[in-house]
Each structure stands twice: as structure tokens, then as C-alpha cells.
């Protein structure tokens, strides 16, 4: 055929068909791979890596092995105080007091009364303990499971739902049912049923306990919709179907520490009980015989003599050893570290630590629980929520009429806050985010776990109440006077720093000055201009009379000689036009007249001085 079209066109166009080419030769050159991995290397290191595999996820996670770090797991955690701790601190730390739902549906009514009743609802069916419990299995365990079920004990006025926890030992598949998948293409994994695109269809949860004493159906398996169960776990792998408990790399390092302990005690014990012991440096003919390691029972108060050449001595106790608090520290860390804790939170030592380092380990932390909390809103909380929503949908007048249609609510939930180590630093932050529209008061609100429109709303009724009273609150108070952050010596009072209250490294700043920034805060706002950041900064901490390094007062002098010339701008003096100019402003958060005069006087000492 292709010949025959080939000649036919010839024909029609009269030009010779172009000649075919010739393949084109490949020649195959084999080299030597030079690249090389020290890791993927055979040495005397390998030992290390005998264990490694290839197994798939779910392989290597087989039953047996799963079971076996469980039961070691659970072991080390009821017997390692620092195991202990680091579980029960983890779920206070991430659940806290429970959650608290805040929809969005449109009407503020209707929200209130909403949230009111899932709050209720929660309570009742102990929502928070009961997450506070999955979020330890889930350490402890690998992975955590809950049953939604109808509880005919609730009150039949509202939702009936409640969920039941369930052991991990407890979601398998007897073998004989390994064979009974609902889709012939699917596949079982261990209790977990999937469909042909790997979605989890049905989860199947044992009627008894491996483990339990008495045993009723032990071997029989009840299949539960994928809908009526929540699975909580972190997979590590493409395609992992069951969870690994998180202290598996910690569990070798609990054991050591224990018996590092142990060992230490009972040297202790060895060199204690050991109350002395006969010896002698004398050749064996000069001194009475005297069997070896006979006990000598010896009265207390008693005082004896002793075998013609012999002396007595006493053991020296030598444990622990000034390395024990080292090696427990070092053990600890890398434990905390397995778990994804600060030291100081796994240990409950915050000694080493200096205020830096805290703040540090703790914004680190913080991140790491918002990841935690979102995954636990989107497997748990929502998954409730829609579940109790479509029941309480079913409740005639449980849910207000004249809504949008649920698919279309919006939701957020809210977390307990979290203290900040210094309150008055964070208001200063807070303060400013605000005033440069950089955060807004639902976010402040929602970091202290509080709902930012029923906060407001009871300022709103206190100011109402205070005002009928005849109170008057202040927006803000005119000073506030901290104590100092070091000891202030006030008899350092020469002739050149009269007045001025000063210790070896730092100034307080005067009443006056306090004053003059507090102003300097007030025009700014109510007028919204002068000054930066820096500045208000500067004001809030001379408006607290807080101690002032040398540093920052020779920046205060800098600021004053440089900004001398705004004296001459319009606005600068009461009665002009545009006053208080943003120079003026700007002149007050730094102290003003009497910020500058004291700065100046500082110097001036300190150069007499040098």
C-alpha cells in the first residue's frame, strides 16, 4: 500500500518521492557510575541499617508489630514519670477546656442560640474529656477511634448523638471475613474496608476486647459505615492505612533512663548499707586470722576494738555523680523531641531557660499546635458537628426557621488562649497591631479563646451599668507605674544627677516625663498623626517609668537635638493653627522639654565621669 500511494503520487505531481533515510545508529557506551552515597556505602556501619526494609506502608506496619509497640508503649507510660507527664501534657495543652463553636448563619440571633446549644450538647455528652482521651491514645496508641451512636439517655428534646471511644485492638478483621469485602474490586486492611479508588467504606470494630477478661463473640467483627466512625491519625507514608504509636522512637530512650536510674539508686543502696568493712595493709603472719567476708553485726553506740593488725574504713558513696542531671537532661530532650514538645514543657523545667529562649520555644510550639488543632477540626469537630446538625435539622423548632440553607453556614472554632510570659508587653503589641489596622479585634479576641462580639457586647452592658451609677471610665488610665525590673539605688544622688533615681546600668524616667509621654499617646489616638512605632514604644515605656538603659537615653538625646528645628513648624505652640502638630506629638512620646533636660543631664554626668 505504500508503495502504490508512493507511485501514484509521482504521477499526479511528476517529482521524484524524496529517499528515505537511514536509521539512525545509537551506540550504547556502559561506564562506571561514579556517584556514591556514604549512606548507601557497605562498611563496618551497616549494622546500623540491618533492620532497614522495603516493605510497603501497611507491611511494615503489620498487626503484630503494631500490637507490639502498643503494649510497650502503654507499659512505658504507665511506669516513666516523664512519659506520663509529656501524654497528659500534650492533651491538656492541645484540647484544653474543649472547643467552642461560633457559626456563621447569618443572623446574630440565631448564632447565639446555636452555639448555646451545641455547647450544652457538648457538655453533656463530655466532648472535651472525651477528645482530651483520643488525643493521649493517639500518642500513646498511634491512632484514635470514636463510634457515633444514637444515646437514648440524652434528652430527646435536643440531639441524641454521642460518640463512644474505641481501642485500636478493637478495629480488626477476623481472618474468616478477609474474603467478604462489599465491592468485589475492594480490599480489607486490619479493620479498615476500602473501595476500588481507596476510600475507606466501613471500619470493623471487634464486640469485645482482645484483652478483656470476659470475652462475649471475642472472634465476631460488626461492620460500621465509614460515616458513624472517626479514625485520627498521623500517616508518615503514602498509603498508610493505621496509625504507629509517636513514642516509638522515645520508647528505647524511656527504658534506659529508667534503668540509668535504677542503676544509680542502687549503688546508693549498696554504698549505704555498707556500713564499714575491716581491712589490713599488715603481711598475713603479723595479724589474727579473721575469715573474708564475714558480717559483723554492729549495735548502734557501740564502741569495740578490733583484730591485732586490722583497720576499718567506710565506702565511699559516689552516686549519683555530678554527670546524673546531665544525662537525665540529655535524655529527656531527646524524648521531648521524639514527641514534638519543648524541653520545658516535656520536663516541666523551665530553669535553664532565660526569657528569649522561652519565647522562642514557645512561638515554635504554638505552631506546631495549630497544625494539630486544624487536623483535629477537620477528622473530629466537623465531623461531629454535621452529624449533629442533620439530627437537630430532624427536632422541629431546634434550629430557627428563616435560615440559609446549611450547606451554605460558614463556622469557625475557638481554642483556649494562651497567657503571654509579660501581659504588659503584649497589650503594647496588641495596641499597635491595631492602630496600624495591622490585626482586628475578632483575631486578639479569638487568640484569648473568647468570641469577640459577646466580649464587646458586655463592655457594651458595663459601661452602660457604670455610667447609670455615675462612674466614668478612662479609656485608658493616665499612668500606669510598674515596679522596676532591677533594684533602683537611690542614693546615688550627686550633684550632677540630682534627682534622677539610677542604678548601675539604667535610669528611671521622672513622674514629669511619664506625664509628657502619656500626653504625647493621647493626641496620637485622637489626631492619628506623629510619631512611629519606635516612638510609641518609647512613650509606653517612659509612661510606665520603666528603667532606661545609657543606650537609649544618648538615643533620646540624639532624637531631641535632630528634631530641635520642629519647634519652629506651624502647630507647635497651643492657640496655632494645626496644634498639636505631628512634630509635637512626636516631641511629647519622647518625654518632651523634660525628657530632654533629663537625657542631657545624664550625659553630662556620665562624661565628668569617664
Not at 483520643?134 to 437514648?152: I, Y
Not at 460500621?224 to 520508647?251: K, M, N
Not at 499597635?432 to 479563646?449: F, K, N, P, Q, V
Amino acid at each position: 500500500m505504500a508503495k502504490r500511494a508512493a507511485s501514484t503520487s509521482r504521477a499526479k505531481t511528476g517529482r521524484k518521492a524524496p529517499a528515505r533515510r537511514a536509521p539512525r545508529k545509537i551506540e550504547v557506551v556502559q561506564q562506571r557510575v561514579r556517584g556514591r552515597f556514604d549512606a548507601a556505602t557497605s562498611t563496618d556501619d551497616s549494622r546500623h541499617w540491618a533492620n532497614a526494609d522495603a516493605l510497603s506502608a501497611n507491611a511494615a506496619l503489620a498487626p503484630e508489630v503494631r500490637r507490639t509497640i502498643r503494649n510497650r508503649a502503654r507499659y512505658e507510660r504507665a511506669n516513666n514519670a516523664y512519659f506520663h507527664g509529656i501524654c497528659v501534657t500534650k492533651s491538656n495543652d492541645l484540647v484544653g477546656t474543649g472547643p467552642r463553636w461560633l457559626p456563621d448563619t447569618g443572623s446574630v440571633e440565631a448564632d447565639r442560640l446555636l452555639a448555646r446549644r451545641w455547647f450544652d450538647w457538648s457538655w453533656v455528652v463530655r466532648l472535651a474529656g472525651k477528645l482530651r482521651t483520643a488525643t493521649e491514645s493517639r500518642v500513646v496508641d498511634g491512632e484514635a477511634f470514636a463510634l457515633l451512636f444514637t444515646n437514648p439517655a440524652l434528652d430527646p428534646a435536643g440531639p441524641q448523638l454521642d460518640l463512644r471511644l474505641i481501642e485500636a485492638d478493637q478495629v480488626a478483621t477476623p481472618s474468616y471475613q478477609y474474603e467478604d469485602s462489599v465491592y468485589p474490586d475492594g480490599s480489607i486492611a486490619d479493620g479498615l474496608e476500602f473501595d476500588a479508588t481507596g476510600n475507606v467504606i466501613a471500619y470493623h470494630v471487634l464486640r469485645s476486647h482482645p484483652g478483656a477478661n470476659y470475652q462475649f463473640d471475642a472472634l465476631t467483627a460488626d461492620r460500621y459505615d465509614a460515616a458513624r466512625v472517626i479514625h485520627w491519625f498521623r500517616p508518615t507514608r503514602p498509603g498508610q492505612s493505621r496509625g504507629l504509636s509517636e513514642l516509638t522512637p522515645c520508647l528505647r530512650l524511656g527504658a534506659n533512663l529508667r534503668r540509668y536510674t535504677e542503676a544509680v539508686i542502687r549503688a546508693a543502696e549498696i554504698a549505704a548499707d555498707m556500713a564499714a568493712f575491716v581491712h589490713s595493709n599488715s603481711p598475713a603472719a603479723t595479724v589474727d586470722e579473721v575469715d573474708a567476708f564475714t558480717a559483723i553485726e554492729i549495735e548502734k553506740g557501740t564502741l569495740t576494738t578490733l583484730p591485732e593488725g586490722w583497720d576499718v574504713s567506710q565506702l565511699k558513696a559516689e552516686q549519683p555523680t555530678n554527670t546524673h542531671s546531665a544525662f537525665t537532661r540529655t535524655i529527656v530532650g531527646e524524648i521531648t523531641r521524639g514527641v514534638n514538645l519543648p524541653y520545658h514543657l516535656g520536663a516541666f523545667d523551665a530553669s535553664a531557660y532565660n526569657y528569649s529562649s522561652a519565647r522562642l520555644d514557645g512561638q515554635l510550639h504554638a505552631s506546631n499546635t495549630r497544625v494539630e488543632r486544624d487536623e483535629l477540626e477537620r477528622v473530629w469537630l466537623d465531623h461531629m458537628l454535621r452529624a449533629w446538625l442533620d439530627e437537630a435539622a430532624l427536632i422541629p423548632g431546634y434550629i430557627p426557621e428563616g435560615l440559609r440553607p446549611i450547606a451554605e453556614w460558614n463556622w469557625h472554632w475557638v481554642w483556649d488562649g494562651r497567657e503571654h510570659i509579660d501581659p504588659v508587653k503584649e497589650a503594647s503589641a496588641v495596641e499597635i497591631g491595631l492602630s496600624t489596622l495591622t490585626t482586628s479585634l475578632t483575631d486578639e479576641y479569638a487568640r484569648r479563646g473568647k468570641d469577640a462580639t459577646v466580649e464587646l457586647q458586655k463592655i457594651a452592658a458595663e459601661r452602660q451599668l457604670m455610667a447609670s451609677l455615675g462612674l466614668s471610665p478612662a479609656e485608658r488610665p493616665a499612668q500606669v507605674v510598674l515596679p522596676p525590673s532591677e533594684p533602683v539605688n537611690a542614693s546615688r544622688d550627686d550633684g550632677d544627677l540630682a534627682g534622677v533615681e539610677a542604678n548601675e546600668d539604667s535610669y528611671r524616667p521622672t513622674a514629669e516625663m511619664a506625664a509628657e509621654a502619656e500626653r504625647g499617646l493621647a493626641w496620637r489616638r485622637e489626631f492619628n498623626r506623629g510619631g512611629t512605632d519606635i516612638g510609641v514604644a518609647r512613650a509606653r515605656d517612659i509612661g510606665n517609668r520603666r528603667p532606661l538603659s545609657l543606650d537609649t537615653v544618648e538615643r533620646m538625646a540624639s532624637y531631641f537635638a535632630r528634631h530641635e528645628i520642629d519647634k519652629q513648624g506651624q502647630g507647635w505652640s497651643e492657640g496655632e493653627e494645626g496644634y498639636p502638630s505631628a512634630g509635637r506629638i512626636a516631641w511629647a512620646l519622647w518625654s518632651g522639654d523634660a525628657g530632654r533636660a533629663w537625657a542631657n543631664r545624664i550625659l553630662d554626668a556620665e562624661e565628668v565621669e569617664a
